[in-house]
Nanobody, 117 residues
Framework: QVQLVESGGGLVQPGGSLRLSCAAS????????MGWYRQAPGKQRELVAT???????NYAYSVEGRFTISRDNAKNTVYLQMNSLKPEDTAVYYC???????????WGQGTQVTVSS
């Protein structure tokens, strides 16, 4: 059974930082593209950042230079370091695991990030 468990969300003031973690089980973590997506109220889910099995990263324009995605294959965990947070970063953040060769695609349950003074 595949599980993606996010943690690290919460309430933070504008300009602050948060680090999200996503622990995966039930998959061969190292071969998956891992990603973070977010969904704000009334909006569609959008890509935040991805980290391929080959080491390539990709960021949404809105977070580039402020957010950093990383992964630890030994711990089956992907991280999202979020700095200089803005109110518009408020959303539920979801962890994603995707294996392009088979199309296997898994989601975590989401963690709320609220940026507000």
């Amino acid at each position: 059974q595949v599980q993606l468990v996010e943690s690290g969300g919460g309430l933070v003031q504008p300009g602050g930082s948060l680090r999200l973690s996503c622990a995966a089980s039930g998959i061969i973590f190292s071969i998956y593209t891992m990603g973070w997506y977010r969904q704000a109220p009334g909006k569609q889910r959008e890509l935040v950042a991805t980290f391929t099995s080959g080491g390539s990263t990709n960021y949404a324009y809105s977070v580039e230079g402020r957010f950093t995605i990383s992964r630890d294959n030994a711990k089956n965990t992907v991280y999202l370091q979020m700095n200089s947070l803005k109110p518009e970063d408020t959303a539920v953040y979801y962890c994603n695991a995707f294996y392009p060769r088979s199309g296997s695609n898994y989601w975590g349950q989401g963690t709320q990030v609220t940026v507000s003074s």
